[in-house]
């Protein structure tokens, strides 16, 4: 068992767990750096993928995306992922990787992690944690969103990898093959920065992706005063779990990729970047003005109607337009 992990808590699990990894490994990458040098923060709208039969509404990139990216960004960064198609292989496997004390990684579903309350507990499949060792069939384990170090026994960890339904993880598991000293931040932040402006703002062509995602939502919202009444408040509450709540956070990646511009603006002495880190701040508020408003009116308490939320969306989606597009000719000059 590895005895010098240190335990760091973060604001989200995919983001929380890939900087504990690297920094075990010597390659100091803060969490929010992690997030903004893998292009992590968009929005998406996914009819297609159904969360207790509502929508997908995500406010990041995909499961696993973040760690892939910055694995393909950062020279020299190798991080190897392993899915598997029973159980007794994908724990094998994991256990041969401690034997060998080598950090891994896990994508697994809440509901199945005995050191969640109960009331935490839902079909969640993508959360991201760290086991560090094993003794007897407990496995030591970091997960970025507690503040302590925790663990799950065998049976637990493994219906936990092999949950079902959306986002399966199917036993994926992740590990470190060559991590390199130090990143070259000068080349990397900003080329960075350029692919989330474009991906996000007026060169993105996927009508459920980005800027013209929100706006669909929006539209969408606006209809909800032609549909039935409970399905109409479902909708909203479901639009703000996924917001507040859930591992796609909506407001809180806005704040975590804002301090990445905080970040990167000290590293690379750009004022132009400081200004960027406020001004995605002021986004983070604005979708906690819609998640609040769409709260209200799902709980049927103020006076604000279905139109008031899809104005205040496409408040944030305009406000966030023009931010990406500045983002997408940054330089350093």
Known sequence: MTTDFIHRQAAHCETGAISNLLQHYNLDISEPMAFGLASGITFAYLKMVKINGLPLIAYRMPPRMIIKLLSRRINGLDIRFNKFKNEAEGMAALDKKLAENIIVGLQASVFFLPYFPREMRFHFNAHNLLVYGKENDEYKISDPIFSHLVQADRKSLTQARFSRGALAPKGMMYYPVNVPSKVD????????????????????????????????????????????????????????????????????????????????????????LADLSREMTDAGDAWREFAVLAARTSKQRGEHDYIDIARQLQKVADKEYDLYNQMSGFKIR
């Open 185 to 272: 931040f000068e080349r990397l932040i900003p080329k960075a920065i350029r692919f989330t402006g474009k991906m996000n703002g007026r060169w993105n062509p996927i009508p459920l992706a980005g800027i013209r995602g929100m706006k669909r939502v929006a539209k969408k919202i606006e209809k909800l005063k032609n549909e039935d009444p409970r399905h109409a408040r479902l909708f909203l509450g479901h639009i703000v779990r996924m917001q507040e709540e859930i591992g796609t956070g909506g407001a809180g990646f806005r704040f975590m990729y804002a301090a990445f511009l905080q970040e990167a603006a000290e590293k690379l002495n750009c004022n132009e």
